[in-house]
């Protein structure tokens, strides 16, 4: 057993969707968010900066002594984990695009992916495409943008901007008959009001967080890391970038995602205030942030 926190790392706020599920899955670990919105999005930049940066990132937790790190960016997962893997001997759990489920649930044959230019690029995408989609017959059709990661950190994710994007890069799928869209960035759970407004049930939604954190269960578990708590644990939050400007949009983020409700900082700006968060009204407190450098 172990009580140290466990690392979970994004390029920026995106990642939350995947603190939410394992949240629900281990509701006794504490958990380390480091978000690197000084360098946000990853998406567009090059191969070699993105491993440089998720490097640093997981580096700066393991500083801190987490006992393994979640890396919950798709973009860095693509381009990152073995490097991770030969460097650190914690566990280093990272994200597949969810081709399989959506492959296997598929009644059109057609399947989506929404993914940024980075993860569309790396290996995992064409790897899991290759494995399960093309044995299958599955066609799977891929739409891409560099606005929706910046869209979401701006905390506009249902803003007519964000719509529009949207019905740009999508209905091209959906004339096609893709019934199942997998989100390929942990940024895009957060975009499913938005699409459901757009396209109804046109598709079936999928992204890997909830697997993610089930995997990461049985990873701890195996390696005897897991938490002797069942309840309690306690979230911190890291960010590259201002503090301020960071902190009403990780509030929201958490309400949406219905983890917003046990909240604990490790110091820094932005306690005490509400935020009421764009999808459900509520008043969201603002979560208590440290300012980091990575």
Known sequence: MSDAPLGVFDSGVGGLSVLADLRRELPGEDLLYLADTAHVPYGAR????IRDLTDRAVSALHARGVKGVVVACNTASAFSLGHLRSRFEMPIIGL????KPAVL????DVVGVLATPGTMR???????????????GV????????ELVPLVEAGQADS?????????????LAQAGADQLVL?????????????????????????????????????????????REAGGQERFLVTGDVERAAPVIAALLAASGNGGSLQGGGGQGSGQAYTDGQSNR????????????
């Open 46 to 49: 090059p191969d070699h900066e």
């Open 96 to 99: 597949v695009p969810a081709v």
């Open 105 to 108: 649930s598929t009644r059109s």
């Open 122 to 136: 790396g290996t995992l995408l064409a790897d899991v495409i290759r494995e399960f989609a093309d044995p299958a």
């Open 139 to 146: 066609q799977v059709m891929k739409a891409v943008s560099t």
């Open 160 to 172: 007519a901007r964000t719509r529009e994007v949207l019905r740009e890069i999508l209905t091209p």
């Open 184 to 228: 390929g960035c942990t940024h895009y759970p957060f975009l499913a009001g938005s699409i459901r407004a757009e396209f109804g049930d046109a598709f079936t939604l999928l992204d890997s967080g909830p697997a993610v954190a089930r995997h990461t269960r049985r990873v701890l578990t195996e390696r005897g890391l897991l938490s002797g």
């Open 283 to 294: 008043a969201a407190p603002l979560p208590r942030i440290e300012s980091t450098d990575t």
